[in-house]
């Protein structure tokens, strides 16, 4: 008798461990989904001339982690060369005369192309067509 009560006192603790743990898991499992699928608010400003041509500004949702070209795409008439972008809303780059399209998140100049750039919550993306220096 005193054995029937151990043993089940023992399945009754292995069960609760189970409910327990699995109960857990499905709480992380949910919530590293909600991150993933979470709205971001991103905004981006298009000027030119070192800001004093305004083009565009816009504030952008994005879902889970998105780069930068592909919230331009998204948002905005641009084309691009291996990442780099060459035109935003009609207005192109100038080659000829050293006008480039660069951009700064959060105030920090770039250091790799819009399709590597992964943007967060909050993020402030300036884009200015000038002479590059």
Not at 7 to 12: A, E, I, N, P, S
Not at 17 to 31: A, M, P, R, W
């Amino acid at each position: 008798m005193k054995f029937t009560r151990t043993m089940m006192g023992v399945f009754l603790a292995i069960l609760m461990l189970i409910s327990i743990v699995g109960c857990s898991n499905k709480e992380s499992s949910d919530n590293a989904s909600n991150k993933k699928d979470a709205v971001s608010k991103v905004t981006i400003e298009v000027t030119q001339n070192n800001g004093e041509s305004k083009v565009e500004k816009k504030t952008v949702e994005i879902k889970g982690k998105e780069t930068l070209l592909d919230v331009m795409k998204k948002n905005f008439k641009i084309e691009d060369n291996k990442g780099f972008i060459t035109s935003i809303n009609g207005v192109k780059q100038d080659t000829k005369e050293n006008k480039y399209w660069l951009f700064d998140v959060n105030g920090t100049p770039a250091v790799k192309g819009a399709n590597e750039t992964e943007l967060k919550n909050g993020d402030k993306v300036k884009w200015d067509l000038h002479a590059a220096s």
